[in-house]
């Protein structure tokens, strides 16, 4: 069973850094893409990173390209998004989950919500 658990977030100013990561709480991911997606209030949640399943691959959104990054570590089952140069309006509740369609960039083709993170960034 898949459910991730993501780390806590926290309170950033504008331009800082912040490391996000999620584990697994039911054991391995397996051999599957992760991805992080993002929902601000009164927004829809949206795609935000993603990675196969060897980890050599990453996708982006337009807003995060250049400043965030995807990775992974199966040995210890954690996915990591690198956070940089952060915007007020990167603000928003950061979810991890895992792929059941590469192809799609939509939340609903992916499952194994964990309660999201708050992440707050201060302009």
């Known amino acids: 069973q898949v459910h991730m658990v993501e780390s806590v977030g926290g309170l950033v100013q504008a331009g800082g850094s912040l490391t996000l990561s999620c584990t697994n709480s039911?054991?391995?991911?397996?051999?599957?893409?992760m991805a992080w997606f993002r929902q601000a209030p009164g927004k829809e949640r949206e795609f935000v990173a993603r990675i196969n399943w060897t980890g050599f691959r990453s996708d982006y959104a337009d807003s995060v390209k250049g400043r965030f990054s995807i990775s992974r570590d199966d040995a210890k089952n954690i996915v990591y998004l690198q956070m940089g140069s952060l915007k007020h309006e990167d603000t928003a509740v950061y979810y991890c989950a895992v792929a059941r369609n590469m192809q799609s960039l939509s939340s609903a083709d992916y499952g194994g919500w964990g309660q999201g993170t708050q992440v707050t960034v201060s302009s």
């Open positions: 039911g054991g391995s991911f397996g051999n599957v893409a």
